[in-house]
């Protein structure tokens, strides 16, 4: 009989811990479900973290999709302690411990970002993003330079130091990027090894050098270019090569950016002087639109990792950031702003957000439309984020 209880025991908890595992994945993590927007937090009790580590961890959860509440409210109890190391645990809803782990030989907030994608992984089954980077422009007097920092803004650093504009950082990768500079007078497209500090001019041409984007794979780069009297799409090789133009004597083209499996490109045009998205094979041939129902004047769009959705920026009253899934249909207003980059994890946007006189950076995470402001660099404009994929 004891061996049956016992039996009976153990069947129970597998059958409570498949049911947490199901209200889990039912808020959403999984956005197979077309749910963006939809989506109620994962409630969370987080106790004996103090200072910086409380502030980054209740950051980097809640832009996850999670929400710190009272402990009988919690659908997860996170606890622990830092001083100068970490040590946390998670329990899930039946209280058994899930995550248990010691963190060490990093600054405080490091240690805070890895024990947060710890969590999220251990209570969902998907990587987080707490450690992860991202670029972006600061305006800095009349000009700019380009800035890459971790994705909450913290630990900035300068990439350029060129005195002028500089426009449309794009990561490739953790290690380069490019970015488009006003240094020797019309905008030419550059390349910068992130790891020696380097750069090589990309594209040079005649007219205006702008919006570059890299293929998933790194081999390819998308662009825009007027060198021929026209605002077109073109894309070449990562060395400079093979220069082919996709779009011929369009209205205005802009925003390019690559489909994960390298196959297609998405940017923003105009048709009959209404703006809309249209992809092309990277090979070449006809545009096809991509249906962005119920907004209007849609823009700088980026295609999810996952390849499930285009987030853009929807131009209506005010700004508003939107998704729509890739093959096009209803879009879904998240919150307002602007220029939308996505995670590595196809559901926490970096976006720019202006409920002030200056624009500045916000995570987004786009199932709960959570978010919350980045600290600005320097005093002026941060904007025109790019997520390292």
């Not at 999709?65 to 606890?79: L, T």
């Not at 925003?255 to 094979?281: E, H, N, Q």
Request: proline residues 6%; positive net charge.
């Amino acid at each position: 009989m004891k061996t049956l209880r016992n039996f009976l025991t153990v069947l129970f908890l597998a059958v409570q811990a498949l049911s947490v595992r199901a209200q889990v994945d039912a808020t959403g993590i999984d956005l197979v479900r077309n749910r963006m927007g939809q989506v109620a937090p994962i409630k969370i009790c987080l106790t004996g973290f103090t200072g910086e580590v409380a502030s980054t961890l209740d950051f980097d959860l809640y832009v996850m999709g999670f929400i710190n509440v009272p402990k009988d409210q919690a659908q997860f109890v996170i606890s622990g302690s830092n001083d100068a190391n970490l040590t946390g645990r998670v329990l899930n809803p039946l209280g058994q411990p899930i995550l248990s782990k010691a963190y060490s030989g990093a600054s405080v907030r490091r240690q805070a970002h890895a024990f947060a994608d710890d969590v999220v992984f251990a209570i969902t089954g998907n990587k987080g993003i707490a450690q992860t980077r991202a670029a972006f422009k600061v305006g800095k007097g009349m000009g700019s330079e380009i800035y890459v920092a971790d994705f909450d803004g913290h630990n900035p650093q300068a990439v350029t130091h060129d005195n002028t504009i500089v426009a449309a950082p794009a990561m490739s990768g953790q290690k380069a990027i490019y970015y488009a500079s006003y240094k020797f007078g019309h905008p030419q497209i550059f390349f910068h090894d992130l790891t020696t500090g380097q750069r090589r001019a990309f594209a040079r041409f005649n007219g205006d050098n702008f919006s570059p984007a890299i293929s998933p794979d790194g081999s390819k780069v998308a662009m825009i270019l007027n060198k021929d009297g026209w605002v077109d799409l073109y894309v070449a090789n990562a060395d400079g090569t093979d220069l082919k133009r996709l779009t011929k004597n369009s209205e205005d083209e802009s925003s390019p950016c690559w489909s994960p499996d390298g196959r297609f490109i998405c940017y923003a045009t105009k048709v009959g002087g209404i703006r809309r998205l249209c992809k092309i094979s990277a090979s070449g041939g006809e545009a096809q639109p991509i249906r962005t129902a119920g907004v209007s004047s849609p823009s700088e769009p980026d295609w999810s990792p996952d390849g499930k959705w285009i987030a853009f920026t929807a131009q209506m009253r005010d700004f508003q950031i939107c998704v729509v899934p890739a093959e096009g249909g209803d879009a879904t207003v998240l919150v307002g702003g602007s220029d939308p980059s996505w995670s590595p994890n196809s559901r926490t946007l970096l976006f720019v957000r202006q409920d002030s006189s200056t624009p500045h950076l916000a995570v987004l995470d786009a199932p709960t439309k959570q978010f919350k402001d980045v600290p600005r660099v320097s005093t002026g404009n941060n904007s025109q984020p790019s997520w390292a994929k």
